[in-house]
Structures are given as structure tokens and as C-alpha cells.
């Protein structure tokens, strides 16, 4: 009832209204998302399978039949790729209904940006310097590599690289790196992190890119 609509009283008439799905699958050219789709009961999520069938869907929904108008598109943004998360580090999300991925026609991975890329956001988004983004952007790349190795439980994000360069001002290099990188991966990756820091993180050279 939330995504899809209810019937209800109106006026004292019972009428079924439409919601924000239905409301935007009828409307030309809508781009619909659906976030984070596996932290929902994947019972919940049934309803759509008729929606996103590829074939002239149409579907009866509160006793009405509803199709999809020209140009619409749903996407769905997941960080468990539909299969939910055995590691633990999505808590909360289940594996989705093979019956609704199945209706997605491409899966698509999406990894980190590169380095000249998310050096240029780190830019436009937190207004440091060019150089000392692409020193973050170092550092954090290497760590993404360990992590892919197994030797770091996950990897920083753009989100820590741009908390890091914030509290650097404020705090310093090496206190800003404990706060907003270190202090946000699992206790069993903390070892790991400070030889990293240690090999990779020239302080002086980060003070002066500050400037």
C-alpha cells in the first residue's frame, strides 16, 4: 500500500489511490528508483513482478488495469547485488525473490570511480586542492586493494575520503585519519590500518597540499 496505492474512503465512495509507483509507472519517460530494495521483505516487493514484466505489462490493481507508459524505467541501487548479505556488514538485508531480479534486464556492478575522477569530485565537493585529493585518493585506493585481497574487512569510501580532508584543518593528518577512515572499519582490520598509514601517509606532504 505505501508504493503502490490503497483503497480507502473518498467523499464517502471507496476508491482505490494510486502511489508513488503507480502514480510514475503511468507517467511518460519517468525514471523510477528503487533503493535498497533487499532491506525489504522480498513478500513485500511481489507486487511489482508484474509491473516490470518486458512485454506489454499490464496489471490489475485495485481493480483497475494499469500499464506501463512509453519511455518509463526502473532501476534498482542495492549494495548486496539481490543476494542479500552473509558477511554482516549490510545488516538487515535479506536475499531478494529470484522471481523480481529476474525481471531486471542487466545487473550491473559498480565500482570505485577512477583516480582522476574521484580526485575531481573530492574537489568539487569538499574544495581542497587538487593535489591533496589525489594524495587521498592514493591512500585510499591502496587500502581498496587490501581489502580486496582480504587483508582489510572493507574498503574507505568517497564518504571517508571527503570526512578526511574536512577534519584534516581542524585536527591534523593523522587525527582526522583516525576519526574519519580508521575509526570506521571492523576492529579486525585496525593492524592492518596502521601499517598502511604508516607506509602510505606522508604527513608533511599532506600539510603542504593543504595549503
Same mark, same amino acid.
Given at each position: 500500500?505505501?508504493?503502490?496505492?490503497?483503497?480507502?474512503? =473518498?467523499?464517502?465512495?471507496?476508491?482505490?489511490?494510486?502511489?508513488?509507483?503507480?502514480?510514475?509507472?503511468?507517467?511518460? %519517460?519517468?525514471?523510477?528508483?528503487?533503493?535498497?530494495?533487499?532491506?525489504t521483505?522480498?513478500?513485500?516487493?511481489?507486487?511489482?513482478?508484474?509491473?516490470?514484466?518486458?512485454?506489454?505489462?499490464?496489471?490489475?490493481?485495485?481493480?483497475?488495469?494499469?500499464?506501463?507508459?512509453?519511455?518509463?524505467?526502473?532501476?534498482?541501487?542495492?549494495?548486496?547485488?539481490?543476494?542479500?548479505?552473509?558477511?554482516?556488514?549490510y545488516? %538487515?538485508?535479506?536475499?531478494?525473490?529470484?522471481?523480481?531480479?529476474?525481471?531486471?534486464?542487466?545487473?550491473?556492478p559498480?565500482?570505485?570511480?577512477?583516480?582522476?575522477?574521484?580526485?575531481?569530485?573530492? =574537489?568539487?565537493?569538499?574544495?581542497?586542492?587538487?593535489?591533496?585529493?589525489?594524495?587521498?585518493?592514493?591512500?585510499?585506493?591502496?587500502?581498496?586493494?587490501?581489502?580486496?585481497?582480504?587483508?582489510?574487512?572493507?574498503?574507505?569510501?568517497?564518504?571517508?575520503?571527503?570526512?578526511?580532508?574536512?577534519?584534516?584543518?581542524?585536527?591534523?593528518?593523522?587525527?582526522?585519519?583516525?576519526?574519519?577512515?580508521?575509526?570506521?572499519?571492523?576492529?579486525?582490520?585496525?593492524?592492518?590500518?596502521?601499517?598502511?598509514?604508516?607506509? #602510505?601517509?606522508?604527513?608533511?606532504?599532506?600539510? #603542504?597540499?593543504?595549503?
Amino acid at each position: 500500500e505505501d508504493f503502490m496505492g490503497a483503497t480507502g474512503l =473518498v467523499n464517502g465512495e471507496t476508491q482505490f489511490t494510486p502511489k508513488a509507483f503507480l502514480m510514475a509507472y503511468t507517467h511518460p %519517460g519517468a525514471l523510477i528508483l528503487l533503493d535498497e530494495p533487499t532491506t525489504t521483505d522480498p513478500g513485500e516487493l511481489a507486487a511489482l513482478n508484474g509491473t516490470l514484466e518486458r512485454c506489454n505489462p499490464r496489471v490489475n490493481i485495485g481493480g483497475q488495469v494499469w500499464t506501463r507508459a512509453p519511455g518509463v524505467m526502473v532501476i534498482a541501487a542495492d549494495n548486496t547485488m539481490t543476494n542479500g548479505d552473509a558477511s554482516g556488514r549490510y545488516a %538487515g538485508t535479506r536475499v531478494m525473490n529470484s522471481a523480481l531480479a529476474d525481471r531486471f534486464g542487466f545487473i550491473v556492478p559498480v565500482t570505485w570511480l577512477p583516480a582522476d575522477q574521484e580526485s575531481d569530485a573530492l =574537489v568539487r565537493l569538499t574544495g581542497c586542492t587538487p593535489t591533496l585529493a589525489d594524495l587521498v585518493v592514493q591512500v585510499l585506493n591502496f587500502c581498496r586493494s587490501k581489502a580486496a585481497t582480504g587483508d582489510l574487512v572493507d574498503a574507505p569510501s568517497i564518504r571517508s575520503a571527503m570526512a578526511w580532508i574536512e577534519a584534516m584543518p581542524a585536527m591534523g593528518v593523522r587525527e582526522a585519519w583516525d576519526i574519519a577512515v580508521a575509526a570506521r572499519q571492523p576492529a579486525e582490520s585496525a593492524v592492518q590500518l596502521e601499517a598502511i598509514y604508516t607506509a #602510505q601517509v606522508n604527513s608533511h606532504a599532506f600539510e #603542504q597540499a593543504m595549503q
